[in-house]
Every structure is written in structure tokens, then in C-alpha cells.
């Protein structure tokens, strides 16, 4: 496990180098956390993760987050299962990412406050990249900042395929969450 936690701590500071030259801007999470939830008629299913690896440039605007699909808890172990071998399969396509740029205006670094922001880029899941618009909350204070926002993917639209005898039990629509505190790099 800890061989796991420093390669992706590596692996994203490697992920980052193009944002090294906004050292004075550049913000880090390395717990941020993501959970997804999904209703149908026979079940609700959500799961959270606290291993997504983050990072922010204030200064050019740049995005960037991963989280190891197999981090997801799941209140049911064979839900779980089922979501890992089944549908994101996991093993062929290990992490999620999203990679993008806030197209809204931003606070200058370190300017306190809360501000709503919209970030547009790539999602990566399932090795199938999509466009998404992101609408959230970014807090700023002196030294770290603070994100919230809340988006809903189409499975479809990653080819996760869902057998029909479980088409009742599984959502079409994933609502997905991201939320987490980032400290300057």
C-alpha cells in the first residue's frame, strides 16, 4: 500500500511538471475527495473515495485530478465487486482523471474569499475521454485553498456497459461530487 501511495504521489508531480513554472500558485491535494451516487427504483448505490491526487494553478488556470478507481467504498462489498470487475473494470483501466481549465475569473492567489467558478476539461473514465463543464466553489486564504462542486455523467457516455437483467438496479446518470482542501505548493 505504501509502494502504491508513493508512486502516485510521484506519478503527480511528474502529471505537474508543466505547471512548475507557477510554483508561487500552484496548490495540492493529495486526499481529495470524490464520491458518486446513482437512484433507481430497486437500489441507490454511492461510494467514496479519500485518494484522489489534485492540483490547481491559480496562475495559469490549470486543473488536474486522478483518483484510483479501486479506492471506492461501497456500503456493500459485492456492489463494490461488481463496479471494480464488472463495469469500470479496473484492472485494464486503473484511474479516473480529469484534466482542464477554469474558464471563469479567479481570485489572485491568496486573496481570501469564496468564489464560483467553472472549469472546462476532459474526463478520463474508462479510458474514454468526454467534455464536461464543471460549475463549483473555490475558497481562498492566505495559504491553502478549498474546492466543492457536484456534476453528473452519463455511463454511456464512457461505454460502461450494463447487462439489461440489471438495468433496474443500476442509474444511467451518476451524479459525482469532488470536494477537498489544497495547500500551496
Known amino acids: 500500500m505504501k509502494n502504491k501511495l508513493r508512486f502516485c504521489v510521484i506519478a503527480t508531480g511528474m502529471l505537474f511538471s508543466h505547471l512548475l513554472s507557477a510554483q508561487d ?4 491535494s493529495k486526499n481529495l475527495n470524490i464520491s458518486f451516487f446513482s437512484k433507481t427504483s430497486v437500489e441507490d448505490i454511492d461510494a467514496t473515495s479519500h485518494k484522489g491526487v489534485s492540483a490547481i494553478s491559480l496562475k495559469n488556470k490549470d486543473v488536474f485530478f486522478r483518483v484510483p478507481l479501486v479506492s471506492f467504498e461501497f456500503r456493500n462489498k459485492l456492489m463494490e465487486e461488481h463496479f471494480n470487475e464488472n463495469y469500470v473494470e479496473s484492472d485494464k ?13 479567479i481570485p489572485i492567489a491568496g486573496q481570501p474569499g469564496a ?15 468526454k467534455e464536461y463543464t464543471v460549475s463549483g466553489i473555490l475558497k481562498t486564504d492566505k495559504s491553502q485553498i478549498s474546492i466543492q462542486c457536484k ?26 461530487n469532488i470536494s477537498g482542501s489544497y495547500q500551496l505548493k
Open 151 to 176: 456534476f453528473t455523467i452519463l455511463i454511456k457516455d464512457h461505454n460502461i456497459e450494463i447487462p439489461s437483467v440489471l438495468s433496474m438496479n443500476v442509474a444511467e446518470k451518476v451524479e459525482a
Open 93 to 105: 483501466y486503473p484511474n479516473a482523471s480529469f484534466r482542464g481549465r477554469i474558464t471563469s475569473m
Open 115 to 129: 468564489f464560483d467558478v467553472k472549469v472546462t476539461g476532459k474526463l478520463n473514465l474508462h479510458n474514454v475521454e
Open 25 to 28: 500558485s500552484l496548490y495540492v
